[in-house]
């Protein structure tokens, strides 16, 4: 008598109803403009066959367990299917796939019940406006940008139980190549913050909150900056819930009227919708030159920093990303000798250049001399100190940011003449007092 494996049996019975499905959903979505998969996977592989170019993800949540739904289609098409939507069938989120561009967005939330002492509504404006107003000063230390708070679209989900706000910011020709290089930089803007916490009460009282472990937490959401992360749009709940993210009462983003319609507001809140809001995007570098050439340097003495007197937005001139830099022995060094490590093929996804640095952003290859192996998720990079002549690796990994590399000696693979800066007018420059 044959003896029957269940696991076997069980496992052919589920491939023969995923085919079945798969048949199903393809019939159902002949001639679709926005098409559902039941599988984020299935979303993405079909959208690298159908050939289309502004194509966009969206996920919906379908059970309380957060089971999805998954949609491909554009943003036109797709907003006619979800305003369509009953409000309690309205549980709809923005699917920034990994790698794509993306404005900087942000999830600030605190419960009510475990922070009392914030329960008066002129406490809830107050934490918006210190914070912008701090990420405002952040953007112009570390890119040189001016950010005001109208550069930030504002939604409220609050509730008598939750405090609950989307922000999202939008610089005119500027956009972050993806969101795990953004939530590194939010990261980062949250440590400064909590080093400042001790010496400024309004810091404390009003950017940290306790959770419902009754720990004290930043008020930012730092866990909504991973990979092919879900969003809730504008207009949409949390499942099983009646309370929709809307323009917050105190929003100072512009629209193009006074009195936005619906569908303009989602257009603008929208955190990939790169394309459709400039054609000339420039992705912002982080981390910046300036820290990094603190941080390289273990054994000196903090590091000095430029100050213009001719208020240039930065002390680099900076130049595009690209995947070669104007050192080819070190690019072809890094591709043969770095970014196969771990038996994982890697690539050089971009590599960006200024006055004294190299940052190459690899993908492909995880691989972390700090773990000595490869990560589950988080890439890793290079920085090239061109004046100190060294390499290190450094990887978006939380547990691994403050993580330098032992530097590699790369003076053979340098020209044998003198390196010279890129073109700054350091007559305009004068030292400033150490980085704090």
């Known amino acids: 008598m044959q003896n029957y494996d269940f696991q076997t049996i069980l496992q052919q019975i589920n491939k023969q109803i995923n085919e079945k499905k798969n048949l199903e959903d393809q019939e159902i979505n002949k001639g679709k403009r926005v098409v559902a998969f039941a599988k984020q996977q299935e979303a993405f592989d079909y959208d690298q066959k159908s050939g289309l170019l502004y194509n966009k993800f969206f996920s919906k949540e379908i059970g309380k367990d957060g089971k999805r739904e998954f949609y491909v289609g554009y943003y036109e098409d797709f907003w006619d299917l979800m305003i369509k939507s009953r409000d309690f069938e309205r549980n709809y989120y923005e699917l920034i796939k990994e790698g794509s561009n993306c404005h900087l967005y942000l999830d600030i939330e605190y419960q009510r019940d475990v922070n009392k002492e914030l329960l008066n509504n002129d406490h809830d404006e107050l934490i918006v406006d210190l914070l912008i107003q701090r990420l405002c000063e952040e953007f112009k230390y570390v890119f040189g940008l001016d950010v005001t708070r109208k550069n930030f679209l504002d939604l409220d989900s609050s509730s008598n139980v ?95 009227s006074d009195s936005p319609t619906e569908k303009e507001i989602f257009y603008h ?104 192996r490869q990560h589950k998720s988080n890439h890793i990079y290079f920085i090239v100190n061109l004046s100190k002549k060294t390499l290190v690796q450094r990887c978006f990994d939380p547990d691994c940011k403050n993580f330098i590399s032992n530097p590699i000696d790369i003076q053979s693979y340098l020209p044998s003449s003198e390196l010279k800066p890129l073109d700054i007018d350091f007559d305009n420059y004068e030292f400033d007092d150490e980085i704090k």
Not at 172 to 189: K, S
């Open 162 to 256: 939750k405090f609950s706000r989307h922000l999202i910011c939008k610089i005119t020709g500027y956009c972050w190549p993806n969101n795990e290089i953004m939530g590194m930089f939010i990261n980062d803007f949250i440590d400064k913050l909590t080093l400042e916490k001790p010496v400024n009460s309004q810091v404390a009282q009003l950017l940290f909150v306790m959770n419902a472990s009754n720990q004290v937490v930043s008020i930012i959401d730092k866990g909504v900056y991973t990979k092919n992360r879900n969003f809730r749009l504008y207009l949409s709940s949390k499942y099983g819930k009646i309370q929709p993210l809307i323009l917050s009462k105190t929003n100072q983003y512009p629209f193009n």
């Open 269 to 372: 809140s929208l955190i990939c919708n790169i394309d459709d809001f400039n054609s000339t995007f420039k992705t912002l570098v982080y981390p910046p030159p300036i820290p990094l050439d603190k941080i390289l340097d273990k054994s000196s003495s903090p590091t000095k920093r430029f100050t213009n007197n001719n208020n240039s937005s930065s002390p680099y001139k900076k130049l595009p990303s690209s995947t070669s830099s104007p050192y080819p022995d070190i690019d072809a060094y890094i591709k043969t000798e770095l970014i196969n490590r771990g038996g994982v093929s890697g690539w050089i996804k971009s590599i960006t250049t200024d006055a004294s640095f190299i940052n190459y952003q690899i993908g492909g290859n995880k691989y972390c001399e700090n773990i000595k």
